[in-house]
């Protein structure tokens, strides 16, 4: 297929070269040139701007920072709306607003177009052995026809229901994971207080009932996993900046639906003050190192 790609950063472009090494077309674009240069010399074609990448493709993907972002490529009159080909099926992989999601997927319905949201998890390591988790928010028939391309850049495909059912999904999974983070730091700190070894005291919890993904596979203590950003000053994963976007997205859409998340909020402040306190950009165990 001939596959447009916006988006190539951490997540966008190992998921685009597995696309490409699965025989596919794929024209790409990102504000970065670097992502570009690597893209390119993997045997992605370089588009102009955002709206070429969509010219003469089957699918479209876009993978964004932010709602903002999102509503910006496909709508107003520049938008990917109102210059791509109805026949081309949209996909958004960003993690945005459910609310935002429906919006964006009503308006390309109005325009004849078919779309999906399908946010992912699974991290970089996950997009780099395409082994994500889809969560996929389109009608059935969509789903038929993306899933193929899905599987290329994944492992589980879930159809969570309709247009913006995927958003929701991720937005209640990051929710739970940036909580998860911030008690398994608690609880290796406190060991570690106590004079316990951290990769004995993690052992022990990952056979114990305080088992959970981020003690099994991305640990936030320095010295006890290989090949998680804690292995490496933090650097790289998934931003603090990104997981308090993503926190706020949780406890914004809990209170339009006026549900009670009071550990979500307290994540969300959590990570906040962290962010405020300059790291920001490092992956979001670094808040095994947060300050009181």
């Known amino acids: 297929m001939k596959i447009g790609f916006v988006g190539l950063g951490n997540m966008g472009l190992p998921m685009a070269l597995n696309l490409l090494k699965a025989g596919h077309e794929v024209r790409g674009f990102d ?21 070429a990448c969509a010219q003469d493709a089957d699918v479209f993907i876009s993978m964004l920072p932010a ?32 609310q935002v999601a429906q919006a964006v997927s009503q308006a390309a319905q109005a325009k004849g177009f078919a779309m999906a949201d399908a946010p992912v998890s699974g991290g970089t390591a996950g997009a780099q052995a395409g082994t994500l988790t889809f969560m996929v928010g389109a ?7 993306i899933r193929p ?9 879930f159809h969570a229901g309709g247009n913006g059912a995927g958003q929701t999904a991720k937005v209640c999974n990051n929710m739970l994971l940036g909580i998860q983070m911030l008690g398994t730091c608690e609880a290796l700190r406190l060991g570690i207080a106590n004079g316990l070894d951290p990769k004995v005291l993690s052992d022990i919890m990952s056979k114990s009932s305080g088992r959970n993904w981020v003690l ?11 090949n998680v950003p804690a292995s490496r000053d933090y650097a790289g994963g998934f931003g603090v900046d990104l997981m308090l976007k993503d926190m706020g997205l949780a406890t914004e859409n809990a209170k339009d639906l006026e549900a009670s998340v009071p550990l979500g909020e307290l994540a969300q402040q959590l990570y906040e003050a962290h962010s405020k306190a300059g790291y920001g950009q490092l992956d979001f165990s670094s808040v095994f190192n947060l300050k009181k």
């Open 216 to 226: 099994e596979l991305y640990n936030p203590c320095p010295g006890v996993m290989e």
């Open 149 to 157: 391309i899905l599987e290329k850049m994944g492992k589980n495909i």
């Open 139 to 145: 009608q059935p028939s969509v789903l038929d026809y």
């Open 67 to 98: 709602s903002r972002h999102v509503e910006g490529l496909y709508l107003g009159e520049q938008g990917v709306l109102a210059s791509a080909h109805p026949k081309t099926l949209l996909i958004d992989c960003s993690t945005i607003s459910p």
């Open 31 to 51: 504000l970065v040139q670097s992502q570009l240069d690597t893209f390119a010399a993997a045997g992605g074609v370089i588009a102009s701007n955002a709206n």
